[in-house]
């Protein structure tokens, strides 16, 4: 549609939308005044007012402003074969109203409801653009350097191998390497972090990062469909997708629920009637047996229900996106809150992934900086996972490296090459083995990886490196124990003696090392033959996919896990800090804790006020306040899961 206001789509999405707003405040405050106005004129008891019709045609005009659209929808409704939803009892209740001359409540209740649905409107489009804004943040445009210029392209027309150029200040369109020695990033978008991150040479940057200090170049490595960003988005717009038990029985009540209240409506009219044509001694008063009715309609419409509990979910997904936790749907959401046993994977779950160094041992009378030196010079080129944290070890040690020749790769055992002209051999001591060379018998019995080197021939000394622990992974399961989750187990194919040692450092009371994929499955396996358990699995490798999907909920580290793992997750911490764990299972609880207040609270009052008009001792104006009212309080209680996801 074309708006001759507006020259741009998304300016014209914003004008019209602001439009049909004024133009929504305009019907009410229109009926507002006349509504107000006509109940002045009554109590002042004028004459002219209640002659000739004046008083009905006068709440009539007050009435249709803010009764044809609920009237628009009762009729496509009716076209549809919705025959029992709140647009149809609305206008049932307030026809008979106007019927029995009852024009003031009969306007007030349809004010009343146009008002309330307003609220409503805006308190569910506030999440869901909540959720836009945050992840919908794809630049339009990518800088893309081709034969030596800089070109701006659609991020669509980007290939993996390319180079893109993104200034200080902009956001990173594709995922992609580093080609600067090193920046800082922005990476609150994806992890909800408001520290910006240091990233190196070489080192993966993601879409939907902002550079802040330096003009950037980045070898795009995935296609826009791709990238993390996309990923991020896809998940959360198919989790309204995937609906929450409570919502799947709200949708199921309600479509019994109102045709059920209609037709005890209908009886409370006709029951009276027909009792009194057996007894002599009841009178039968049309306008009050139709009036108790019209109450129990109002009262009986599932709004509260309706629109609050999907809001919830909603709104917890919403919370917990900002924090850096996906779920995949309100199903999830909801069975996260019932897990009381979470079991993880080691490496890359609790540890880093990455090995550093821990013990420097020279043989007497070699000195420690040269043994340094040695090591990380030969293993400088190569690709073998050891190698960065030696290198990054020397570097800590501002050790500078020599210049190395004749490299040899020794797959399995290490590397043999001429560091300042003299023979090198690192490795483990498969390698001196294999020289010939003679080392102490201790260190088999290390429990850490040794790396040894031997220098002309002669063992001069070895380092040991270890997996370590990430910053938060003790956080991580204090906070679970604090939530009441006891069963709390570490698996990994690791040595047992390593595993022990972080379980110890940990309070991890279960442990067990030296498992391959399958032996995990069978582990949850085993745990889930005692029903009472609900189980979670983190993990973020390839092998860890098949025991994500045998979990009652799979949970995924999404910044550095592979796409199989964050694929079969049910639950993604795209900040990969085991600390969030706790957050989503807080978010669970919180949210199903909002649901249930909402279920009790919207049944409860409608219970009390349509127990009240049967009698004959509520008035519509109660009537407007248990569905409106009711929806309203429901809607800002859901609200709050907003504030209450940290």
């Known amino acids: 549609m074309s708006c001759q206001c507006c020259s741009h789509n998304h300016v014209q999405t914003a004008c019209c939308r602001q439009k ?23 109590a002042t008891e004028i004459s002219w007012f209640r002659q000739n019709g004046l008083e009905a045609f006068w709440y009539l005009a007050a009435y249709l402003p803010v009764a044809l659209p609920v009237l628009k929808e009762a009729w496509e409704g009716l076209f549809r074969r919705e025959y029992f939803n709140e647009f149809t009892l609305m206008f049932i209740a307030t026809i008979g109203a106007f019927a029995i001359g009852e024009y003031p409540e009969g306007v007030a209740v349809m004010l009343f409801y146009s008002l309330g649905e307003h609220f409503q409107d805006l308190a569910v489009n506030k999440a869901r653009r909540s959720i836009s804004d945050l992840l919908d943040i794809r630049p339009e445009k990518a800088s893309v350097i081709r034969n030596g210029q800089t070109v701006e392209v659609p991020p669509e027309d980007v290939h993996p191998d390319e180079v893109i150029e993104i200034k200080a200040g902009g956001r990173v369109p594709l995922d992609g390497i580093l080609c600067n020695e090193n920046a800082a990033f922005n990476t609150a978008a994806l992890t909800g972090e408001s520290l910006p991150r240091d990233i190196r040479k070489g080192e993966e940057v993601l879409a939907g990062m902002i550079s802040t200090g330096r003009t950037v170049q980045i070898r795009v490595t995935r296609p826009f469909a791709d990238s993390a960003l996309s990923r991020i988005l896809r998940l959360v717009q198919d989790a309204s997708e995937r609906k929450a038990p409570a919502e799947l029985f709200i949708r199921k009540f309600a479509r019994i629920y109102t045709p059920v209240v209609t037709g005890l409506a209908v009886l409370i009219v006709l029951l009276p009637w027909l009792w009194s044509l057996c007894s002599g001694t009841f009178t039968y008063l049309f306008s009050d047996w139709l009036y108790r009715a019209l109450v129990f309609l109002v009262v009986s419409c599932p709004c509260a229900l309706v629109v609050s509990i999907p809001l919830s979910y909603f709104g917890g997904i919403g919370a917990a996106s900002r924090q850096g936790i996906l779920f995949k749907g309100g199903n999830y959401l909801d069975a996260i809150s019932h897990i009381n046993a979470v ?73 043999r090459a001429t560091v300042g002209g003299q023979t090198i051999l690192v490795g483990n001591t498969r390698l001196l083995e294999h020289e010939n060379i003679m080392y102490p018998p201790a260190l088999q019995e290390v429990s850490e990886t040794v790396v040894a080197c031997a220098a002309g021939g002669r063992y001069v000394g070895h380092l040991t490196l270890a997996d370590t622990l990430k910053p938060d992974a003790k956080q991580a399961i204090d906070e679970l124990k604090a939530l009441n989750i006891k069963n709390i187990q570490m698996l990994s194919g690791d040595k047992q003696s390593i595993v022990t040692t972080f379980a110890q450092q940990l309070g991890i009371e279960q442990a067990y090392g030296e498992l391959l994929p399958e032996d995990k499955v069978k582990h949850l396996e085993d745990l889930q033959l005692d029903k009472t358990c609900r189980a979670a699995f983190v993990g973020d490798g390839l092998n860890d996919a098949p025991a994500l999907a045998l979990s009652h909920v799979g949970i995924a580290m999404g910044q550095w896990g592979s796409d199989a793992a964050i694929e079969t997750a049910d639950v993604v911490i795209q900040t990969d800090q085991p600390s969030r764990i706790a957050i989503a299972i807080r978010a669970g609880r919180q949210t199903r804790h909002i649901v249930w207040q909402n279920i009790l609270l919207a049944l409860g009052v409608k219970m009390a006020v349509l127990a009240l008009g049967a009698a004959g001792m509520a008035t519509l104006w109660e009537a407007v306040f248990a569905d409106v009212g009711v929806a309203l309080l429901a809607v800002l209680n859901a609200m709050r899961i907003q504030k209450l996801i940290k």
Do not use: N
């Open 20 to 42: 049909g707003l004024i133009a929504e405040y305009g019907r009410m405050i229109l009926s507002g005044l006349l509504l107000a106005g006509g109940m002045i004129l009554q």
């Open 343 to 415: 079991v993880f994977d080691k490496t890359g779950t609790l540890t880093r992934g990455t090995f550093d160094v821990q013990t420097c041992t020279p043989l007497p009378g070699i000195d420690e900086t040269r043994l340094i030196r040695w090591i990380a010079s030969a293993e400088q080129y190569s690709t073998h996972p050891l190698a960065a944290g030696l290198i990054r070890y020397a570097q800590a040690r501002q050790i500078e490296l020599l210049p190395v020749t004749e490299v040899e790769e020794l797959a399995g055992c290490g590397i």
